[in-house]
Structures are given as structure tokens and as C-alpha cells.
């Protein structure tokens, strides 16, 4: 079997110089998503439910670290960003709270049980 590479073969260390129009950069999931984010951030927190959701649902289900960096490092929305993230990133939910306490009382009688101490729930 010969080593000799065909033609028409692309070579792996050579790389192409022409960029797609539609490939993301570093991480980004859709530089067009990010924008229209950040539209509907600068002017939060005047929102309606379904833009809200809208943006909620693509920050949490879709957004990449980049596009949360970029977002962040963004000054014409800094502070609208920021009161967002404090209203409904930063906080926790009822369902994060249920489950975080079921953990703890778990937790507890596990510890409980091993030590032979009788718990009065």
C-alpha cells in the first residue's frame, strides 16, 4: 500500500482561509439569537410575559458561556443585564428550594441514622 496522497486528497495541515458565512465563533450559538436578546434586554425590565419567556428560554436552554460572556461584557446593556440576571437568574426557584431542602432533611436522618439517634419529624 502506497503512502502517497491522491491529488484531490485535502491535506489536514493545511487550512482553509474561506469562512463560512454561517459558522459560529468561539462558542457562540447563533450570533443572530444573541442580538435579538440583546434588543429585548435593553429594554428590560419593560417586557411582556412572552418576551420575557422568550428570552428566559433562550439564556437557560440555549445560550452558550460565550453568548453569556458577550452578553456581560456588553456596556450598552450592562445594567438592564444585570437587574435581569438578579430577578430571575440569580435567584432561586420554589421547585431549586424543595428539592434543596429534601436534600438537607435526607441528609440529616442519613447522619441521624448512622450515629443511632432517633429523629422526631
Known sequence: MSNIRSKN???PAVRSARI???RTHL???SPHK???AEAILERYPELGREEL???LHWYRREASSMDVAL???NEAIREPYRA???DHIERFSLKEKVVGALLV????SGIAALAGVELAI
Open 105 to 108: 432533611a435526607g441528609a440529616a
Open 71 to 73: 452578553l456581560a461584557s
Open 84 to 86: 435581569f440576571r438578579r
Open 27 to 29: 462558542g457562540e450559538t
Open 34 to 36: 444573541r442580538a435579538h
Open 20 to 22: 463560512r458565512a454561517d
Open 9 to 11: 486528497a485535502p491535506d
Open 53 to 55: 419567556a422568550q428570552l
